[in-house]
């Protein structure tokens, strides 16, 4: 039996659980004890397993950590792996998001606060600014969302290392189609509903994209109000919000090996960041965002008030059933081993709960 290998980045740590023929394990104590873990990665294209945190000491500042046994021992370089140059006048805030790119074995990007995009060529060990998007003409004009302004999303095509996208609170979709040498705004359809003009070519507040696991060039979009699909890699994008309980949330996560299977979890508005109806509801669609389904079975049925956060859903690559999980800001986490069409909370009472991510270990 494969080994899933589950990581959850806190407020206070992160915290590491296995599932073997025994079941669910987590270690008995946090890894960074006392740092907020905005990020991690499980990279599991080489020979050797490599996980990644972006930790954010309160004294030391924010860093970027490798593993490559597993959590048992991580590594900080000697110098930051993550830093912005002099010349841009700017600090490192945290790493929003580490992205093991899906066509370049050992290229890892980074994004973060301010927001900026890194690569890195050596697994991340080491990044290097990205800088024209970092000096794309509109950066004077971005505004910083409720949480910062923060990279937050990449997506990158497996059929061309070439592509990438990212998402940026509050500038919204931004593409590159020749390796970062220039970038585009890309919200077309995306409503920015605080603004005076709710159709902005950028300044939306996009809260995370998913990519589909059959059709590369199908995204689901999570927006502040809104969830959308684009069919053409991001150049446009379509409202599917209709029989959501609410359209405002922040996660979204696609199914790993099923086409047009995506997961939400729906928050009841931008000033009452609650689970919709204070229920405790995956919902999924199977068409493509055309009709949506609560996913019920083993989640709390009473009211419930754990809002979960953009990366803090996740799946893993199980197959022929995915595990899907999420974790909240009552430091519970919820696993699901059949495609979520079930649940088991796995652990209770940890730190507020930032990321959650998973892969299965040959």
Request: include cysteine.
């Amino acid at each position: 039996m494969a080994e899933v290998l589950l990581t959850v980045g806190t407020r206070k740590g992160l915290f590491i659980g296995r599932k073997g023929p025994g079941g669910w394990e987590f270690d008995d104590s946090p890894y960074f004890n006392a740092q907020a873990v905005y990020s991690v990665a499980i990279d599991t294209r080489g020979t050797t397993p490599r996980l990644l945190a972006g930790g954010d000491s309160g004294h030391w500042g924010p860093s970027v950590f490798h593993s490559d046994d597993l959590g048992k021992t991580w590594t900080e370089p000697a110098k930051p792996a993550v830093k912005f140059p002099v010349d841009t006048g700017a600090s490192l805030e945290r790493v929003w998001q580490l992205h093991p790119a899906a066509a370049e074995e050992d290229v890892i990007y980074a994004g973060t606060e301010p927001a900026a995009l890194y690569r890195s060529e050596d697994r991340g060990e080491t990044f290097e600014l990205v800088r024209p998007l970092w000096e794309h003409p509109t950066r004077g004009q971005w505004v910083p969302g409720g949480g910062g302004e923060g990279l937050h999303t990449i997506v990158t095509d497996p059929r061309d290392p070439q592509a990438v996208t990212v998402a940026v609170s509050t500038a919204g979709v931004f593409r590159t189609r020749d390796g970062g040498a220039s970038w585009a705004p890309s919200n077309k359809g995306v409503a920015a509903v605080f603004l005076p003009d709710p159709n902005p070519e950028f300044g939306q507040c996009v809260h995370k994209i998913a990519q589909d696991a059959v059709d590369p060039d199908r995204l689901y979009l999570q927006n502040h109000w809104g969830v959308y699909r684009s069919d053409d890699a991001g150049a446009h994008w379509t409202d599917i919000g209709a029989g959501l309980p609410s359209t405002f949330g922040f996660a979204v996560a696609a199914h790993p090996h099923r086409g047009d299977t995506a997961y939400l979890f729906p928050i009841n508005a931008d000033s009452d960041r609650v689970p919709a109806g204070r229920r405790c509801r995956v919902h999924r669609t199977d068409d493509a965002g055309r009709t949506w389904h609560a996913l019920t079975a083993g989640l709390p049925e009473e009211d419930h008030y754990g809002t979960v956060l953009r990366d803090a859903l996740c799946t893993d690559d199980a197959d022929p059933a995915a595990g899907i999980y999420f974790g909240n800001r009552n430091g519970e986490v919820f696993a699901s081993a059949d495609d979520g069409d079930s649940w088991q909370q796995l652990t209770a009472h940890l730190p507020d709960v930032l990321c959650v991510r998973a892969a299965v270990l040959a």
